[in-house]
């Protein structure tokens, strides 16, 4: 059973300041991970695609990394608008898909 | 453009079935060579796959949920159902429904608003 564990569950960060996100897999999943961000009452929103590729119209400060079990969602210049929740998404067993359990994104 | 509307009763007895509906428009479910699927959130947790299908017909489901799960397509209406059997206090949550990148059930680009269902005697 593929576990996905993204850390930490809240981060506080400033304005203008680079918020980093972890998610990590429990078995390697190459480079088969999304990130979606998600804003209260609204649906998750794809950001990122294949560890790396930004989805359509997603702001070039949203950047992620990674491959095999570690993964970096980097957020560099936060604006208020970042301020939400964030969830990892691997899809290495596809259809077969698993989430992580999300990190908070709020104002310091 | 395309627009997923869910809808289903709102409240649930425990035991009975949860039957939800997702109304597609802009795009026609039989003829495209996407998977749709559906994908619930409990309040305050994190997102769950629970399963999709495929224009083909053929359908996936989250192991935990299998035995209670079914995906199905209308494809007069393109409308996508979901039924969950014998329900419980657990399957309170709000349910998405949600079309991948073509091709793959990898990454879900479009989703619906989500209809909230709770379950409760």
């Known amino acids: 059973e593929m576990v996905m564990t993204q850390s930490p569950a809240t981060l506080s960060e400033s304005p203008g300041e680079r918020a980093t996100l972890s998610c990590r897999a429990s078995?390697?999943?190459?480079?088969?991970l999304a990130w979606y961000q998600q804003k209260p009452g609204q649906a998750p929103r794809l950001l990122i695609y294949?560890?790396?590729t930004r989805a359509t119209d997603i702001p070039a400060r949203f950047s992620g990394s990674g491959s095999g079990t570690e993964f970096t969602l980097t957020i560099s210049g936060l604006q208020s608008e970042d301020f939400a929740f964030y969830y990892c998404?691997?899809?290495?067993?596809?259809?077969?898909?698993?989430f992580g359990q999300g990190t908070r994104l709020e104002i310091k | 453009q395309l627009h997923l509307q869910e809808s289903g009763p709102g409240l649930v007895k425990p035991s009975e079935t949860l039957s939800l509906t997702c109304n597609v428009s802009g795009a026609s479910i039989s003829s495209s060579f996407h998977y749709w699927g559906w994908i619930r959130q409990a309040p305050g947790k994190g997102l769950e796959w629970i399963g999709c299908i495929y224009s083909t017909g053929s359908t996936y489901y989250n192991p935990s949920l299998k035995s209670r799960v079914t995906i199905s397509v209308d494809t007069s209406g393109d409308r996508l159902s979901l039924s969950l059997h014998s329900a419980i206090a657990a399957d309170t949550a709000l349910y998405y429904c949600?079309?991948?990148?073509?091709?793959?059930?990898?990454?879900?680009?479009?989703w619906g608003q989500g209809t909230m269902v709770s379950v409760s005697s």
């Open positions: 294949g560890a790396s």
């Open positions: 949600a079309r991948s990148v073509y091709g793959s059930w990898r990454y879900l680009v479009h």
């Open positions: 998404q691997e899809y290495n067993n596809w259809p077969f898909i698993t």
């Open positions: 078995q390697s999943i190459n480079t088969n």
